[in-house]
């Protein structure tokens, strides 16, 4: 018997394929070699044995399939650990690799849900370089790192569990901006974007 209760999504193989999102949650993104393949950090053991051993209602259930097919958040109320134990469970079962987290305090801001961005490493190497006379193909992208939020909105093949934690104390101001950018669905990067219009090369960027 099987006691995976996203079995109907699976094939013959028990390989997880998920119901394609509505249409207004569908990207241009295809990946390069035409598949499912992503470099994402597999789900950790400690994760795997909280998502093993958590049994979430019926409710819950139901609850988790509608937000992953129409591609929404889902609201967690309850104790401490219910949010994470949940997350595992959902990552554990439908294999997408490690639950990402972010805690939020009022100083938050959305920025550092999103990226980061070392302007002083990028002038600090670029003036190095100067220096030794030796200029090397730079892309700005080397210096950006996608944070929690930024990571799980990307249009992968895929999706990412994100747990945001303390929600309630964020500051009115984040609250209003995380609802309008979970609502589009996507985000732009300003360095990225002035690069790209300079006609500049962009690498891929860290993820988490």
């Not at 987290?101 to 990226?115: A, E, R």
């Not at 985000?187 to 006609?199: C, E, K, T």
Request: glycine content about 6%; overall charge negative.
């Amino acid at each position: 018997m099987n006691d995976n209760p996203f079995a109907d999504w699976c094939d013959e193989h028990d390989t997880v394929r998920l119901p394609p999102p509505p249409p207004w949650r569908r990207s241009a993104y295809r990946p390069a070699n035409g598949g499912e393949a992503q470099h994402v950090a597999p789900i950790p053991t400690n994760q795997t044995w909280i998502g093993e051993h958590y049994l979430p209602s019926t409710r819950t259930i139901a609850e988790v399939r509608e937000a992953i097919l129409l591609r929404r958040p889902l609201l967690i109320l309850g104790d401490v650990q219910g949010p994470w134990a949940l997350a595992c469970f959902i990552s554990c079962k439908l294999g997408l690799g490690s639950v990402i987290g972010w805690s939020l305090s009022k100083s938050s801001s959305i920025i550092d849900g999103l990226y980061s961005y070392d302007r002083e490493a990028m002038e600090r190497e670029r003036a190095l370089a100067v220096r030794r006379d030796d200029i090397p193909p730079y892309s700005i992208a080397r210096y950006i790192k996608l944070g929690p939020l930024g990571t799980a909105l990307l249009p992968t093949p895929r999706p990412r569990v994100l747990v945001i934690d303390d929600i309630d104390s964020a500051s009115e101001e984040l609250s209003t901006n995380l609802e309008l950018l979970i609502s589009s669905g996507e985000f732009q990067i300003p360095q990225l974007v002035a690069a790209s219009r300079n006609g500049e090369e962009l690498h891929e960027i860290s993820v988490i």
